[in-house]
């Protein structure tokens, strides 16, 4: 179980502010339903599924707040078809036959925004650096405040005080003097004065050679991410702390969780990605699979700027394949 899974269901049984609503009996009912654990799968998928509540009420939001139409799709029609399977042992959440349009619809919105919104360049950028300056405080700084927060301890003294760490201490601890030599707070100055790091190198994995895309996808040890970013930074010419390597997706495969929803048939149900004729037809994958590499750069634009970075190019694409295939086997 992923650990902020881990630290919500302790927060549901502990927090003082819950156990005033919630009874204990209760709240373990609730960690049933988040856990798969319920009385009826149904109540699960409604928290936690392809199409549950939270993806239907994001993707409208999200669209809106960024002033873009590709999260939209037909809510009112999709509750509208919305409906049960009972079979002797569950009841699962399903939608009738004419709900397939609206299903189709969400699932593309999600594509689209997942293409367009959330994996859009400067986002990956920004979250990455954001995760480099955390690990490093935590790792290579030994910022004790970071420390005490993001190693996992069983006590409770612990769980009060990573419910202390949100955003705002986070970023007033960045700024505060005490850490301004260290990683994390350099990399959060970057942020702070929009000097983010550059996407200097991307290619999809499918396009790296037969040798390294079999190794990549068997698995590569861990210390080849490390190494290949230590190589990619004698290439710029930068500090290596400063260089992340960042694999990504972005599309939707019919083996994603959305084929698993199912279409009311009679007295049973169909696998979505079957019932849809658009879904159905979809030749292997609208996915795909990325490396990017983001570093700092500065901003030059001469076409001696541009031929040095094609250059650079191709010797990071190099150095990624030969550290790839020199650390196949141990898992990306």
Not at 41 to 56: E, F, M, R
Not at 122 to 151: C, H, K, N, P, Y
Not at 158 to 168: A, I, T
Request: net charge negative.
């Amino acid at each position: 179980m992923p650990i902020h899974e881990v630290i919500g269901h302790r927060i549901i049984r502990s927090d003082e502010q819950i156990g005033r609503h919630v009874s204990p009996a209760y709240a373990e009912k609730i960690l049933g339903v988040l856990t798969g654990s319920a009385e009826t799968t149904v109540l699960t998928q409604i928290i936690t599924g392809p199409a549950d509540a939270d993806k239907q009420d994001y993707l409208l939001r999200d669209s809106a707040a960024c002033g873009v139409e590709y999260g939209a799709y037909d809510i009112d029609r999709l509750h509208n078809t919305l409906c049960a399977i009972n079979d002797d042992y569950d009841t699962y959440m399903a939608f009738t036959r004419g709900g397939i349009e609206a299903l189709e619809q969400f699932v593309l919105a999600k594509y689209y925004m997942n293409s367009q919104v959330y994996s859009h360049r400067i986002r990956r950028i920004t979250d990455a650096m954001i995760l480099r300056a955390l690990q490093l405080g935590t790792e290579v700084d030994q910022i004790s405040f970071l420390r005490d927060a993001f190693l996992y301890a069983e006590d409770d003294a612990y769980l009060q005080y990573y419910l202390s760490c949100d955003d705002l201490r986070i970023v007033s601890e960045a700024r505060s003097p005490s850490w301004s030599e260290t990683w994390f707070a350099r990399l959060f100055a970057r942020l702070y004065e929009r000097r983010l790091l550059k996407e200097v190198f991307t290619i999809r994995v499918n396009d790296l050679s037969p040798e390294s895309l079999r190794a990549w996808v068997e698995g590569v040890k861990p210390e080849a991410k490390k190494r290949i970013e230590e190589e990619v930074a004698a290439i710029l010419g930068c500090e290596a702390e400063c260089v992340i390597l960042h694999e990504y997706a972005v599309g939707w495969s019919p083996r994603s969780s959305e084929s698993d929803i199912q279409i009311h048939e009679g007295n049973g149900g169909s696998a979505f990605s079957e019932s849809s004729t658009i879904f159905n037809t979809v030749e292997g994958a609208l996915q795909e699979r990325w490396l990017a590499v983001y570093a700092p750069r500065d901003s030059d634009e001469s076409a001696a700027a541009r031929r040095l970075a094609a250059s650079r190019h191709d010797r990071i694409k190099a150095e990624i394949e030969t550290e790839i295939r020199r650390h196949a086997g141990g898992g990306p």
